[in-house]
């Protein structure tokens, strides 16, 4: 019953017909006899319950033509099972991850927890950092599982990616340093998407409040933020700020950002920004709903309904919208200090 429970827990929709389910079974069972008699079992079980309104099949044992899927009580015996590996597993291995997502995702990562299941019980947490790759493939037995697929993901929903000391591999971090705010307690640090920005507001980094402008590279900043304490090694307080293009794209980079550091966006900017005509050209943009929304809450009521049309209607702010003399002339004269 257990493999006929987990195909149906893959299973998409709410309801199924029979033929489908059998399809979908047909590795586990060898005639249709024991296929209908693990059907009904789980019928009598409460998991499938009969859409009356198609009736049953002739053939004997006689099943339902089409049964709706519980999810509740298969959501109940998913519940169990973790339970089971909780038991299992090495206690550092955090499984509460898979009792609020989909199912889908804990059959898609078995193999893989046993895998550091078994690598933590044999040799306990590593000591020393090396490289993803190296670490990698100790626990999984292929060098490129962290980086390529989606090893670093779920080490992180198990709570273990930094007990692990991974290293990430990603491009090094581009930045230049304030000589005269390196010694601070408390430091500011400016994250901009583009070169251009980056180059615009180079010349007058002694005269701004931050300790580093760093240069985000689009979408590259999101791996190579990992460096930051390693290439940046400076005993402070940090407070990052995001400046980027006033798109979907950018909105998202920012988004990513925010959910593994704290991460301000760099408001006087973007506000200069709406002071300037919006170029037209990103309708190819896909929506980011939940990135967007958030984005949208850092401004008030006008400024959201604007952005919000903005969007909608295929215009964006690129950074390049500011000239230099704007962008010096906002990073020196803003008091960021108190949007900490």
Not at 34 to 42: D, I, K, M, R, T
Not at 191 to 206: A, F
Request: hydrophobic letters at 35%; one cysteine or more.
């Amino acid at each position: 019953m257990k493999e006929l429970k987990e195909a149906i827990a893959l299973y998409p929709k709410k309801t199924i017909d029979i033929n489908t389910l059998q399809e979908i079974s047909s590795p586990f069972f060898e005639s249709y006899e024991a296929f209908a008699e693990e059907v009904l079992a789980l019928e009598n079980a409460g998991i499938l319950t009969m859409v009356k309104s198609k009736g049953r099949s002739i053939r004997q044992p006689s099943v339902a033509l089409h049964y709706r899927i519980q999810t509740a009580k298969l959501k109940k015996d998913h519940h169990h099972l973790l339970q089971q590996y909780r038991i299992q597993f090495h206690p550092a291995i955090n499984l509460d991850y898979y009792y609020q997502h989909d199912p889908n995702q804990w059959h898609e990562d078995l193999p893989y927890l046993q895998q550091i299941d078994q690598y933590i019980k044999r040799d306990g947490f590593p000591d020393e950092s090396i490289p993803a790759p190296e670490r990698s493939y100790e626990i999984a037995g292929d060098e490129k599982w962290i980086t390529e697929r989606k090893g670093k993901e779920l080490l992180e929903r198990v709570r273990l990616f930094d007990k692990l000391q991974v290293i990430p591999v990603s491009e090094p971090l581009q930045f230049a340093i304030n000589p005269n705010k390196i010694q601070h307690s408390e430091q500011m640090h400016l994250i901009v998407e583009n070169k251009t920005t980056y180059q615009g507001l180079l010349p007058s980094i002694k005269q701004a409040s931050f300790a580093t402008l760093i240069y985000g590279r689009g979408k590259g900043i999101i791996q190579s933020m990992e460096q930051f304490n390693r290439q940046y090694p400076v005993s402070a307080i940090h407070h990052f700020f995001y400046f980027g293009d006033m798109d979907r794209e950018g909105i998202a980079i920012w988004y990513s950002l925010s959910k593994k550091f704290e991460m301000r966006l760099a408001l006087p900017f973007y506000r200069a920004c709406l002071e300037k005509q919006p170029a037209r050209g990103k309708e190819y943009h896909r929506p980011r709903p939940e990135a967007e929304e958030a984005f949208l809450n850092c401004f008030d009521k006008a400024e959201r309904n604007r952005i919000k049309h903005l969007l909608e209607t295929g215009y964006y702010y690129p950074q390049e919208t500011l000239k230099t003399k704007e962008l010096q002339k906002i990073w020196e004269g803003t008091h960021w200090n108190d949007m900490i």
